[in-house]
């Protein structure tokens, strides 16, 4: 496969593009990437969001920020209902 003059081995990126700001969905690692074959340099994950644009990159993490608190929410809820349900029976 050619590499296309002007652009990363991945075909995708130039040389002139800004670097990609990254978003680990997995672990919510924030990191930089130059090329679009990104896998995250903590856990490895490769379901991360990019985009050139820094503040949509913050957005994101923000989103998945508080999707994940949310589920932790729900979950203790869970767990304090069960104990709640289980303190009664006895
Ligand atoms: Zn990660």
């Not at 990254?22 to 990437?33: A, G, I, Q, T, Y």
């Not at 896998?39 to 949509?56: A, E, I, P, T, W």
Request: aromatic share 14%; charged share 30%; hydrophobic share 25%.
């Amino acid at each position: 496969m050619a590499v296309k003059p002007g652009y990363y081995p991945d075909g995708v990126t130039k040389y002139t593009d800004p670097f990609y700001k990254c978003v680990c969905r997995n672990c919510l690692h924030k990191f930089w990437s130059v090329t679009v074959d990104i896998v995250c340099s903590k856990c490895g994950s490769m379901d991360v969001f990019y985009d050139f644009d820094d503040g949509k990159a913050d957005k994101e993490l923000e989103r998945l920020n508080q999707s994940k608190s949310e589920f932790i929410r729900e979950n203790q809820s869970k767990s304090e209902f069960i104990r709640e349900n289980q303190s009664k029976s006895e």
